[in-house]
């Protein structure tokens, strides 16, 4: 086994790093990445967090393909979509989401592009972002970084970002990382978005041409690698068919 | 207890042109696809305010020309992200739009279910949600100075639900995972019409599934429609998955003025009966036709 990890694995690692300080609160991940680092983080450095398959049921663990003789996790909660609406009013989850549109205070967009009269395209709506940011951490998961989506203001703000939070005093307003395929960011003080790390092998360069709002990626640090236990679990064990490098290509 | 069991062109027939009809399921899930359908062969219905977490549902009644105004937290085919019927409606400004945070529309389902003009909550502070929909208010908390989204109550004059059994006074049962708001959706709705995989006595509800599986009561239903396979192409676990075949075929289909007035002479410009069996044809292996 080589311990070169691919970019798909660093990601994984930076988003199941996400959970370091989460305790006991349910993980909603979207997307092939952040589901394997909720899983990852499982299994190695947040036991604590609660997994679902992603429809009515919890898990007691996560389901481990690459383990042919391993029986499969035991439900340990029923959780329908009514329930998710309870758990987040509470403040015990945290959401790995995407955005079509993410801009420098971190407002997410999934909505619509163009005008809310008539809109160029309508994606899926605001689905549960406003609530979420409301009341739980959330962090995004950007598969392919580009100006497109980093952009100066979104469309329609979804996802709340740091300066409607502050506007509106949303009290439990927490926005955790932003993890690309080039690099992970986080928010400073004044809550405008900033490079916590750049993966190893990108040119940072290529991070500012890919950010539609001005970045400093002066002195920025590598994003760390998995070590060899986590690359283990998740080529043997999580993702034995490799489905991380469909969303992050080798 | 009387029998409440109907037709679905008697039960489609009582609705009427203006209504507020909220629609249970989720996403492309345990939707009342058969009433659905037969509400797309009363040419005569329209002007409809829609009420719901979308999927196939909305697309048809919107690209039908149907629904003046939408509600709704997302329309999504799940296993497609979108719905190709709606978002050209959408982006075509045919529809007059309310979209909320999932979060506020259940909100919204509770406040009318308790007969209250609005139930607070937190999402949608902060959000775009607000502006584009300038109705909504904020509420300040009597206890402190937080301040909250006053959720305005969606009440429905009719909710259409599909289950998987019912008895004839229409309790209602859920044997999948999850119960989505289908029992929410009834009692906002002055009136509710259930259709189910199948229609059987009151003393076999508990033969499949446990008392916890009777999801809500004949005291929110008026119509009971015997509807097999009335969810389909959306799902309807356990009595069946989705028909993600046909569901490909729908959203392609979409995508293409030709290919869609086809679609709708194939499956939609027949009775139900008809629909199941044009379904069959499509499902045959090729030559067996």
């Not at chain 1, 979509?81 to 955005?99: C, E, H, K, P």
């Not at chain 2, 989705?242 to 729908?250: G, K, L, M, S």
Request: with cysteine; charged share 25%.
């Amino acid at each position: 086994m080589t311990t070169d990890a691919t970019l798909a694995e660093i990601c994984i690692a930076a988003c199941a790093d996400t959970y370091l300080d989460s305790g006991e609160i349910l993980a909603h991940a979207v997307g092939v990445i952040p589901t394997l680092g909720a899983r990852l983080a499982k299994l190695t450095s947040a036991p604590d967090i609660v997994l679902t398959d992603g429809e009515a049921f919890l898990l007691s663990g996560p389901p481990t393909p690459g383990l042919a003789d391993a029986s499969a996790p035991a439900v340990e909660g029923w959780a329908p979509f009514r329930r998710i609406f309870d758990i987040l009013a509470t403040g015990r989850r945290q959401s790995m989401m995407g955005a079509s549109q993410l801009d420098a205070f971190g407002n997410q967009n999934i909505s619509l592009i163009g005008d809310w009269d008539r809109p160029t395209r309508q994606l899926i709506g605001v689905r549960g972002a406003p609530g979420n940011t409301a009341n739980h951490r959330v962090d995004y998961w950007i598969s392919r970084h580009s100006a497109r989506i980093f952009v100066e203001s979104v469309d329609m703000v979804s996802g709340v970002g740091n300066d409607r939070a502050r506007q509106a005093s949303l009290q439990f307003h927490h926005l955790g990382v932003i993890v690309t395929n080039l690099a992970v960011f986080d928010y400073d003080t004044a809550g405008r978005v900033k490079v916590r790390s750049i993966h190893p092998g990108v040119d940072p360069q290529s991070v500012v041409d890919a950010t539609g709002f001005a970045i400093d990626v002066a002195g920025s640090p590598e994003t760390r690698r998995p070590d060899a236990e986590e690359l283990r679990l998740i080529r043997d064990v999580l993702d034995p068919r490799g489905s991380r490098s469909r969303e992050v290509a080798d | 207890m009387s029998d409440k069991r109907s037709s679905i062109e008697e039960a489609v027939a009582s609705l009427e042109s203006g209504m507020t009809i909220g629609i249970g399921g989720w996403g492309s899930r345990r939707k009342p696809m058969a009433l659905v359908r037969e509400m797309l062969r009363r040419d005569d219905l329209t002007d409809l305010t829609v009420v719901a977490f979308g999927g196939p549902d909305v697309g048809l009644l919107a690209a039908a020309g149907r629904i003046r105004r939408l509600v709704y937290g997302f329309v999504s085919l799940d296993s497609i992200p979108l719905d190709p019927l709606f978002t050209r409606a959408r982006e075509q400004g045919l529809l007059e739009i309310e979209e909320y945070d999932e979060g506020m529309f259940v909100t919204g389902l509770r406040a009318a279910a308790a007969r209250l003009d609005f139930l607070p909550i937190r999402a949608g502070l902060g959000s775009d949600v607000l502006p584009a929909n300038p109705h909504l208010r904020t509420v300040r908390s009597p206890y402190s100075d937080a301040e909250y989204v006053a959720m305005p109550a969606l009440p429905l004059d009719v909710a259409l639900v599909h289950m998987n059994r019912a008895d004839q006074s229409g309790n209602a049962q859920f044997l999948g995972p999850d119960p989505y708001f289908d029992d929410l959706f009834a009692m906002a709705a002055q009136r509710t019409i259930v259709s189910a995989e199948q229609v059987v006595p009151t003393e076999d509800l508990l033969s499949e599934g446990s008392f916890h599986t009777l999801l809500f009561s004949r005291m929110y239903v008026s119509t009971v429609v015997e509807a097999p396979r009335g969810a389909h192409f959306t799902t309807c676990e356990p009595d069946y998955g989705r028909d993600e075949a046909f569901q490909r075929h729908y959203a392609t289909s979409a995508k293409d003025p030709d290919a869609w007035q086809l679609f709708d002479r194939t499956f939609l410009q027949t009775d139900e009966a008809g629909y199941h069996r044009a379904v069959a044809q499509f499902h045959a292996p090729e030559g067996d036709a």
